[in-house]
């Protein structure tokens, strides 16, 4: 029988009290459960709602008819970018009655586009990601993570449901049919292929006009799919670590879709299908949605990058905040030996004050050379404390 996370999991983020907040993240990241959870008596407007949709989109200041039933309690209002017209009524409302709003959505993009009132200095921002192994504790498996990924629904010990069939319908309603009702893009045929593509991406530099040629679209189409897939906080852009440059350094980012489980599912896995993204990519992407949401649970501010020479010295990630440099690199192998950990010490050269970690897959926490190995898993369940810079002791 496989391993079910408790009924009521513990999210690490921590949303702020007393003030209003946009609470953004990829659909299925469990935002609707999270709040209704945190605000059960809470008026909640639910813009999927079909007749909530049409009224308030027909007349937006209705939105004070639902305000004001109870003004000592926030009001959430769940998918907000489907309305943008009702932040003016939000501002208006938080302005005039004191009343605190939280605003869910799968991100700020469509907002943006629609200029609309993103409640500059009245309302904080908040991203919710993927569980974490923090979250669902330390007895699951790495193995059934690296095949089904870490959203949340997959776990919920009240639905027996199957996670490969989960994935598929994930990526084909959301990552394709949402994005289209969103009006995104225009052509669902082109952008399906396009998310196939670049999966063959993950984990390796980016070469934009390489993916548009396989996707038999043009350049500044592909430009404009990777950029949905960015803002939608579906995939991330991982920049060069270029501080105090002494070397010569590539200049490409890398790519990563947000969930190694939505990754696996959208990778085509036929016969005469590219197989050089293995095992290994799997463990570094797991690593660096584990990064992306500590950092933002946590509020660390790390720049997040990687490193990488023209000679091809590479460190996979680079942590880079206001009192801390922290270097990282993956590997899935059980034994570790300096010449796997070339690039860490490379860096160290550059940058002496670094703090050095190795992810690894053995069982045993080691020193090499100045450089912490770690096991992946205890990696990961210790990733606050490395944050912190108080792991190991």
Avoid: C
Avoid at 87 to 98: D, G, Q
Wanted: hydrophobic share 40%; aromatic share 12%; no cysteine.
């Amino acid at each position: 029988m496989g391993y079910t996370v408790p009924n009521m999991i513990k999210r690490q983020i921590i949303l702020p009290q007393n003030t209003s907040f946009f609470l953004f993240g990829p659909r299925g990241t469990g935002k609707s459960y999270l709040i209704k959870e945190r605000y059960p008596k809470s008026v909640y407007i639910d813009l999927l709602e079909s007749d909530t949709y049409r009224q308030l989109l027909a007349k937006p200041e209705r939105l004070r008819e639902y305000a004001t039933l109870n003004k000592n309690l926030p009001v959430v209002i769940d998918e907000i970018q489907r309305v943008p017209n009702l932040l003016n009524e939000v501002h208006r409302l938080i302005e005039n009655e004191k009343i605190n709003f939280v605003l869910t959505g799968s991100s700020a993009r469509k907002l943006k586009e629609t200029q609309a009132n993103l409640l500059a200095g009245r309302a904080l921002k908040y991203n919710l990601f993927p569980l974490t192994l923090s979250e669902i504790g330390k007895d699951v498996s790495l193995d059934r993570i690296l095949k089904d990924g870490l959203l949340p629904t997959i776990y919920d010990p009240n639905k027996n449901i199957d996670p490969a069939k989960y994935l598929e319908s994930y990526v084909q309603i959301y990552l394709e049919e949402e994005v289209l009702q969103e009006g995104l893009t225009r052509n669902l045929a082109n952008f399906s292929r396009f998310l196939e593509i670049a999966s063959f991406s993950q984990g390796q530099q980016l070469n934009v006009s390489e993916v548009a040629r396989e996707s038999s679209i043009n350049r500044k189409v592909a430009e404009s799919y990777f950029r949905i897939l960015y803002d939608l906080l579906i995939a991330y852009e991982l920049p060069v670590f270029k501080k105090r440059v002494k070397r010569k350094l590539v200049s490409q980012s890398k790519f990563y879709y947000f969930d190694v489980g939505v990754y696996s599912t959208i990778k085509p896995k036929g016969f005469l299908d590219r197989r050089e993204n293995g095992e290994g990519i799997l463990y570094e992407s797991l690593v660096l949605q584990e990064i992306v949401a500590t950092n933002s649970y946590l509020g660390s501010k790390y720049e997040i990058s990687y490193w990488r020479t023209k000679s091809g010295v590479e460190v996979d990630f680079v942590l880079y905040g206001e009192d801390k440099l922290i270097a990282i690199e993956v590997k899935r192998k059980d034994n570790i030996l300096k010449s796997d950990i070339t690039g860490l010490l490379t860096f160290k050269t550059d940058y002496p004050m670094v703090k050095s970690f190795v992810f690894y897959g053995g069982d045993k926490i080691l020193n090499i050379n100045g450089v912490i190995a770690i096991p992946i898993k205890e990696a990961l369940l210790n990733l606050t404390e490395i944050f912190q810079g108080s792991y190991p002791g």
